[in-house]
């Protein structure tokens, strides 16, 4: 039986998450439910997206999934409609569904890197475009948006995925000025750094590489519950640990030394072939696994051995930007 974690603020109000269906998309759908929200969950296909509402179900919660592709704001209009069935409110909305494809960018092909464009940053429009209205109706509601530290510097050879971010960033602190009358509508960005989930088993390859998740990667869960502390606690925008705000803190610093030298590493690893492109779910759903944590290039060691590791890697690569900086 599950524990009572439901907190009475939160009980009976309604979410939408997009991309629920797996990865922190489906980690956040967990979060929300275990503490009595309604949850409505939206991804592109209908059989993951199935699982992931009876699994929300299992944990207590009310939970209706609704086949959304968000780079379509008909379908968008569709899932509020849906979510204002439960309430006839919308409480928190939660922007988590996202595409990536990475390679040489004349490389990618174009229609590739189009639906990227269509999903990430047309979608979380086509989500504030649509929320907003309902927001100011009730006079009240908070837009959470998954954004990552993308948003703040770009990933190496992922230049269409990198504008999205960018993109992304620059819309939201728009409409947080917008929005600056309205006391009780917010709009909250989190910058999460690379998450150890299915996201990048799902991506689009066209670099060569079949690289696995790195094992300091955030877990997924860290992240979900962070996105349920905007809903509790709205920030305009927060890093949810330590590696992140790291990031940005040093390509505030030192941002060519760190792209470029993120991108000479890139270059090397892309010289050993060990996958064939593929277009991911980029242009169609996500196949299998659709679970929480994906796989991993070596085992996830403990947490104060990933601090320690994180620390030391930020150091070093702190000293090394410096170091080339003087010369």
């Known amino acids: 039986m599950e524990k009572d974690t439901s907190i009475p603020g939160l009980i009976n109000k309604t979410v939408v998450i997009t991309g629920a269906s797996s990865g922190v998309g489906l980690a956040t759908a967990e979060a929300f439910a275990k503490v009595g929200c309604n949850v409505v969950l939206a991804s592109r296909g209908p059989e993951a997206l199935n699982q992931a509402v009876d699994y929300c179900k299992s944990l207590g919660a009310n939970a209706i999934g609704v086949p959304t592709d968000v780079s379509d704001e008909n379908q968008v209009a569709v899932l509020a409609s ?3 069935t439960l309430t006839g409110q919308i409480d928190f909305w939660v922007n988590n569904a996202g595409v990536m494809a990475s390679g040489k960018f004349e490389e990618i092909p174009i229609e590739v ?17 649509t929320i907003i209205p309902i927001f100011k109706r009730q006079g009240y509601g908070i837009l959470i948006n998954n954004v990552s530290i993308g948003g703040f510097m770009p990933a190496p050879y992922s230049a269409v995925y990198s504008a999205t971010k960018f993109g992304i960033k620059g819309m939201m602190e728009c409409l947080q000025g917008e929005l600056s009358g309205h006391s009780d509508i917010h709009i909250c960005n989190l910058y999460p750094q690379i998450q150890r989930s299915t996201g990048n088993m799902h991506s689009a390859k066209y670099s060569g590489l079949d690289f696995k998740i790195p094992p300091f990667a955030a877990d997924p869960r860290d992240t979900a519950n962070q996105l349920l502390k905007l809903a509790i606690d709205p920030k305009k925008d927060k ?11 040093m390509h505030g610093i030192l941002p060519k030394a ?5 991108s000479s590493g890139m270059r090397l690893l892309m010289e ?7 277009s ?15 796989e991993t290039s070596i085992p996830v060691p403990s947490e104060k051995t990933k601090l320690a590791l994180g620390l030391g890697i930020a150091l070093g690569i702190g000293l090394l930007l410096l170091s080339g900086k003087k010369r």
Request: no cysteine; charged share 5%.
């Open 82 to 84: 849906h979510a204002l």
């Open 113 to 129: 890197s189009h639906q990227v464009v269509n999903t990430n940053l047309l979608g979380y429009l086509n989500s504030a475009h």
């Open 239 to 249: 890093f949810p640990d330590f590696t992140s705000w790291a990031l940005k803190t």
């Open 258 to 262: 760190l792209v470029n030298t993120a």
């Open 272 to 278: 050993i072939k060990q996958g064939e492109p593929t």
């Open 280 to 294: 991911g779910n980029v242009l169609t759903p996500s196949g299998p696994p659709h679970q929480i944590y994906g």
